[in-house]
Nanobody
Framework: EVQLVESGGGLVQAGGSLRLSCAASGFTFDDYAIGWFRQAPGKEREGVSCFSSSDGSTYYADSVKGRFTISSDNAKNTVYLQMNSLKPEDTAVYYC????????????????WGQGTQVTVSS
C-alpha cells in the first residue's frame, strides 16, 4: 500500500522555525510528484509547495516564497518542508500528497495523502 506519514508539526512563536517531514512508502519515489498543502479553518485548501522527483524542480506559493524550502532525501524516501520566519497566518493543518506526474505543477488530482499535521504560530 502507498502510504505517506507526516511529522514535525507543533506550536511555535512568530519568527520561529519548524521542519515538516513526509515519509513515503509503497511506491518508487522517483516516479512521483510531491506536494505540500495547508488548510486553515474557514479557508480553502492552499498549495504551498511542490517537488518534482523527475528533475528536482520546485515550486512555492507567493505567500511562502523566501521563507519555506522543500527538499528531499532519496535514501530515506522522505520530503521535507523547512519553514522559517513563521507568521500567525501560517497556522493551518499541513498535508503532503503524492501523484504520478513528471511535473508537480501539472498534477490535476493528487492520488495519495498524508494524515495532516497541525502547525500553530503564536504572535
Amino acid at each position: 500500500e502507498v502510504q505517506l506519514v507526516e511529522s514535525g508539526g507543533g506550536l511555535v512563536q512568530a519568527g520561529g522555525s519548524l521542519r515538516l517531514s513526509c515519509a513515503a512508502s509503497g511506491f518508487t519515489f522517483d516516479d512521483y510528484a510531491i506536494g505540500w498543502f495547508r488548510q486553515a479553518p474557514g479557508k480553502e485548501r492552499e498549495g504551498v509547495s511542490c517537488f518534482s522527483s523527475s528533475d528536482g524542480s520546485t515550486y512555492y506559493a507567493d505567500s511562502v516564497k523566501g521563507r519555506f524550502t522543500i527538499s528531499s532525501d532519496n535514501a530515506k524516501n522522505t520530503v521535507y518542508l523547512q519553514m522559517n520566519s513563521l507568521k500567525p497566518e501560517d497556522t493551518a493543518v499541513y498535508y503532503c500528497a503524492a501523484a504520478i506526474e513528471r511535473n508537480c505543477r501539472m498534477v490535476y488530482e493528487y492520488d495519495y495523502w498524508g494524515q495532516g499535521t497541525q502547525v500553530t504560530v503564536s504572535s
